[in-house]
């Protein structure tokens, strides 16, 4: 089997930033478990698979060891490939993942916005299993339905933050969301995902999922500008629409190529 493959650099204006994610164009399902040896071999954040189906395309994300429910920078790399690389017409893409439902893609220019459901999420205790892995001391902590969400005090602290990612391993959570008020944005974070393979995702766009309603409640403003500050650096414009997100950014082609498996 003879299988295409993109690599596309997501949420970056130019190569070598934002988050790389694999795509590959399916025309029908293989084995789930050609999928996962795939996004292993890959070794990315995560790898994209999709197949076209009416109007619109069923979606699926793998990280190295496992399905997840919901990628945001896959699913722009995705959106990336179909507008420029698989001649797929019109401004809008309409994606079906069986974990997360319908999920749309619009593109104005180079800028590709993502249609997320709003994670649901309840403040919880700042248990010391919870804040163990970090040194700097979080001011709240939140369990939305895949992830830890902990909020500090400045941006300093997400920037310089070191966890302990054995001790972060053990909490029963595909990741940790960290976030602070940005300085020149309204927001920042990382995002810790050990659990799932990923010791530091570069750039997380379902944790704005839950970082977008957050901020937009905390600032009285549903419009926003954030940047998650892994060593690759991304950068996002987030709208809080109630029960959706949008959440905004460019992608840029790294890699066309061929697998066989």
Not at 23 to 37: A, I
Not at 111 to 117: A, C, D, E
Not at 172 to 201: N, W
Request: aromatic fraction near 10%; glycine fraction near 6%.
């Amino acid at each position: 089997m003879r299988q295409k493959i993109y690599q596309i650099d997501a949420f970056a204006d130019k190569v070598f930033s934002g988050n790389p994610a694999a795509v590959c164009p399916l025309t029908e399902w293989p084995e789930d478990d050609l999928m996962q040896k795939i996004a292993m071999e890959n070794n990315l954040a995560e790898t994209a698979f999709y197949v076209k189906q009416g109007d619109g395309y069923e979606l699926r994300w793998f990280t190295p060891k496992t399905e997840v429910d919901l990628c945001g920078h896959a699913t722009l790399a995705a959106a990336y490939v179909l507008f420029n690389l698989e001649n797929h017409n019109g401004d809008t893409i309409n994606f079906y993942s069986p974990r997360s439902g319908k999920l749309t893609i619009t593109k104005k220019g180079d800028l590709l916005t993502l249609n997320f459901p709003t994670d649901v999420f309840n403040e919880i205790d700042l248990t010391e299993d919870i804040t163990a892995p970090f040194e700097a001391k979080a001011k709240h902590a939140y369990k939305g339905k895949t992830d830890y969400m902990l909020v500090f005090e400045k941006e300093e602290d997400i920037r310089n933050m070191n966890p302990n990612l054995a001790t972060l391993a053990k909490l029963d959570a595909r990741g940790v969301i960290v976030t602070a008020k940005g300085d020149e944005v309204d927001f920042v974070s990382r995002f810790f995902a050990p659990q799932v393979g990923i010791d530091e995702d570069p750039v997380t766009g379902s944790a704005h999922t839950t970082l977008t309603p957050y901020w937009a409640k905390v600032l009285g403003k549903d419009d926003m500008t954030a940047i998650q500050l892994s060593e690759r650096k991304g950068y996002l414009q987030c709208k809080y629409l109630n029960d959706r997100v949008e959440i905004s950014g460019q992608g840029r082609l790294y890699l066309i190529g061929e697998i066989f498996v």
